[in-house]
């Protein structure tokens, strides 16, 4: 048998082979691939690429779920049908689902058999049908959900996925498990890429190895959203685009649809002149959902919004219900503010939450309300993130941090307050995302193993953000590894300046403390933590950044949140570090080249990335002012 010529000239088949051993090695198809909470008797699955129906017979068993399963070989669909024993919830479909209806030649090597590639030089072909997927969602499904979609169908999701998305029916799937494979298409890496970019605007990634299994699950603001932003009669797009030629430029490179859409995002919050004879206020306001779902309680039972506005209210057990609080009159105010447009300062300043066209926002509200229980748009809705500051105290002293200014007050949690917690956490729903950190390092209290484990031990899996400077013991370690996200404050991994910077930190003790959280979640078969990275751009540290996106790469970093310094004093006796924005033009159009490298770079190695409040925007924009004096 001659060997195989591959139509990617660029895979490599032992390169793909310790991708397998990875995943083999940490028995992930036993602890991921059938591990969703969401599914019971009411879900329905796609099953494509349903090959013996071992996947659809295990998930109807374990779930109860309605299982569809396409597979283009007839003997197999038999095989799957006598082994259903008239199992209704097993229905067997002998065709597949592509971007068009059409016939063709599939060759039959087991369960590589493909369209694309006789992987045996020898194999036998036979005619197989593929439907338009739209159509068949439209004929079969109406408006039904699919809670899981299992795509494994040896090339063919690439067309899939993009018909998927294209249509709009991505966001009717909530979680897609997906094998993209590398041999049979010639631009496997950069369409998988491109697919990877366009899933990220619905859903969200949970867990991933390239060209063997990744899960995407839809983010919750995403399902059944209509792209189009209805854009208003006296908006004049051509005279925005004449104004702000950089928005131009954005939309040539596909990062917005139209002049509005920018408006509505960031032009509006970054005081950039409307279109034509649109009106600019109150037409816009924050993206910000925080005050209907999110809250914080502090060290002394202070109650929060959210991150960027004081405490306004306070929680004690004997008091009143976090439903009473959070529907008082402050949070009532706050949310009035938000659906009319008319901001605080603590709103207008936000470099967060993105700005947002006031109809779309108030939309988006009065669809999240639940009138069967009486739910008005100013109401709370259910809770879905309680984040909990622990402590204010921190082991480290950042020459840029507030913990390092003159007069800095820490505060720290009681043990009886956690206590408080726990019991008040016991009576939420377990889909609460609950974040164990505030402006203090959560592991420096005393008691945080405590809590942690308390919350753990509830059935939540929480997340938190640590500098993991200190070592671990194996005892926090294994409770760390039960945690869904674990996200790391790190700037550099240059050894100096992380040394002076951060003043006790070395790089090998956050190594060391990650791989013994990896190592925990695997010695008790739990789902790996999430491992993220925040971390601060500035005047020392951001020519150093593609570095950093390389250390990201080789140690399995899932993400990477890059946010701007704000500048407190000098601290004497140090080496301090400046905004970008403090620099002059040149520097700060190096910045934005060296953060735009580092985040391409961190995209072709499947990293995901975020700008908290889309701050690159903000440094074009000082270049473009500076330029019009």
């Known amino acids: 048998m001659t060997e195989v010529s591959y139509p990617n000239a660029d895979y490599d088949p032992q390169v793909h082979a310790e991708r397998v051993r990875r995943w083999q090695a940490e028995d992930s198809d036993e602890r991921l691939r059938t591990n969703y909470s969401c599914l019971g008797t009411d879900s329905v699955i796609l099953d494509l690429g349903g090959f013996n129906g071992d996947f659809s017979f295990r998930m109807n068993s374990q779930y109860g779920a309605t299982c569809h399963v396409f597979e283009l070989n007839p003997e197999w669909c038999e ?18 689902l592509a971007g068009s209806t059409r016939q063709e030649k599939l060759f039959l090597v087991a369960e590589g058999s493909s369209t694309f590639l006789d992987r045996s030089q020898d194999a036998k072909t036979i005619d197989a049908k593929l439907i338009r997927a739209l159509d068949w969602f439209n004929a079969e499904l109406g408006n039904a959900v699919v809670d899981l979609a299992k795509i494994n169908i040896e090339g063919g999701e690439y067309e899939l996925l993009e018909h998927l998305i294209e249509t709009g029916l991505i966001r009717r799937i909530k979680n897609i498990q997906v094998q993209f494979h590398e041999d049979v298409i010639p631009d496997a890496i950069a369409r998988m890429n491109s697919i990877h970019e366009k899933l990220a605007v619905t859903h969200r990634i949970t867990f991933q190895e390239k060209f063997v299994w990744e899960n995407w699950e839809l983010i919750d603001d995403c399902f059944n959203k209509n792209d189009d932003m209805l854009i208003p009669d006296a908006w ?35 005081g950039r002149l409307p279109g034509g004879a649109f009106a600019a206020a109150p037409s816009v306001t924050r993206n910000c959902l925080d005050p209907w779902r999110y809250l914080e309680i502090t060290p002394t039972h202070g109650v929060k919004p959210c991150c960027n506005i004081p405490t ?31 901001l605080s300062e603590a709103c207008r300043r936000c470099h967060i939450r993105p700005f947002v066209s006031l109809n779309e926002f108030q939309a988006t509200v009065q669809k999240e309300c639940a009138p069967a229980t009486g739910a008005t748009e ?12 622990v402590t204010t105290k921190c082991n480290l002293r950042c020459v840029y941090c507030a913990v390092s200014q003159p007069g800095y007050s820490a505060a720290e949690m009681a043990k009886t307050t956690f206590d408080e917690i726990v019991a008040l956490v016991s009576l939420q729903s377990r889909d609460l995302d609950i974040v164990l950190n505030g402006h203090g390092e959560t592991t420096f209290h005393r008691d945080w193993l405590h809590l942690c484990k308390a919350i753990v031990d509830l059935g939540f899996r929480p997340s938190i953000i640590t500098n993991l400077a200190r070592p671990l013991s194996d005892e926090e370690a294994s409770c760390l590894a039960g945690f869904r996200i674990v996200c790391i404050s790190l700037d550099t991994v240059d050894a100096d300046l992380l040394r002076n910077l951060r003043r006790r930190v070395k790089l090998s003790n956050v190594l060391d403390n990650i791989h013994k959280i990896r190592a925990a979640a695997k010695a008790k078969r739990l789902r790996l933590p999430a491992i993220n990275i925040s971390c601060g751009v500035y005047n020392e540290n951001y020519m150093h950044l593609v570095e950093f996106a390389k250390f990201c790469i080789v140690q399995g970093i899932y993400g990477v949140t ?31 080249h060296y953060v735009e490298r580092t985040i391409q770079l961190l995209h072709q190695n499947g990293v995901k990335t975020d700008t908290a409040g889309g701050f690159l925007d903000e440094w074009r924009k000082q270049i473009a002012q500076s330029r019009d004096v």
């Open 312 to 342: 306004i209210a306070e929680w004690t057990p004997n008091g009143l219900s976090l439903g009473d609080l959070r529907n008082g009159e402050a949070f009532q105010l706050l949310r009035r503010q938000l659906l009319t447009g008319w």
């Open 562 to 592: 890059f946010w701007q310094l704000v500048k407190y004093d000098d601290v004497p006796g140090v080496q301090n570090v400046y905004p970008i924005t403090s620099l002059d033009n040149d520097k700060i159009a190096e910045a934005i």
């Open 236 to 270: 004049d797009d051509s005279d925005y685009l004449a104004r702000y030629p950089d928005v131009a430029q954005a939309i040539a490179s596909k990062q917005f649809t139209s002049g509005w859409q920018h408006y509505v995002q960031h032009g509006g919050g970054e």
């Open 79 to 96: 095989y799957i049908q006598a082994d259903s024993r008239c199992n209704e919830k097993i229905i067997v479909h002998s065709f597949g």
């Open 378 to 389: 100013m109401m709370a809705h259910p809770l879905r993130e309680l984040r909990v500051e």
